[in-house]
DNA sequence: AATTAATCTACTAAATCGATAGATTTAATA
DNA sequence: TATTAAATCTATCGATTTAGTAGATTAATT
């Protein structure tokens, strides 16, 4: 399960993707807009930031915006930022490998096989998918939905 | 990530499957052999007893072994009575649904598609994949292993 | 009756999750 | 240059989950 935390991060992230704009956006706006507690954004907000996701402008006029399109922004990329591996051994992660614990010979283990399939699954969907799709299908959702209910 | 306990819980079914019988299995030799904590391990075999997965024996002669085939045991039950959902988010369970906490609504969500995606193919394969596979699989890899140390 | 083995009850230490408080630094502007 | 606004840094915290343990109890053999 995906933690709150990479949750908030997503919704923050579509929120600024919204914005599409280089105008800063203040955190205690994102926060009031996407009801995520401000002081829990503000470290999920630096982390995106340290990523290179996220921009940042201290002071007056201050706040964030995105520093990558939103285009190459991949849900993959922001959930492992938060979350850490999306494999569910560490022995199939791309990006934070390590030997299983348990695991006394990874080259005959007969689990791996099959986690390294669900892992390649999941990682081509979601390093496929990016913020800005995910931004654009749901501006589209909610457009069909306005007109359903104005139908009835 | 899996749990330690759902790991253990596979290896200790791996063990049980290996057996093929109905000759009751001790904890003890279990926890030996698969180098699982023994209190621990006992906790996880009441759970997969309770599930129907494994039948127990009490008193002397006792222990535990298959209620099931291990043809009929897929990897994703077994993940699932340990762990809880497979899914991201819980609006795309299939076992456990529940909506999401943080989600005004699921119809209009741009994410939900995406989730969806997720869980079923990892679902198709952890669904799909048995005990029984896993456990041949291993002696296969272990046979060839074998194989190629003799000819070094 | 003695022994054996699972089961039940009840803890516990450590790590992670989901936050919060308050001081500090940086930048804009009046 | 003083003021103000904003992110950033330090530091802590309660609740929950994870991983495990101890010891008494119950059930089945022999």
Known sequence: MLSKKAKYAIKALEYLAQKDSKIPVLISEIAKEQTIPKKFLEVILLELRKDGILRSKIGKNGGYFLQLSSKEIQLGRIIRLMDGPIALVPCVS??????????????????????????????????NVTLDEIVKREQLLLKTARKNSKKT
């Open 94 to 127: 791309s990006k934070y490998y390590a030997p299983c614990a348990e695991c006394k010979d990874e080259a005959t283990c007969g689990l791996h096989h099959v986690m390294a399939k669900v892992r390649e699954a999941t990682g081509n969907i979601l390093d």
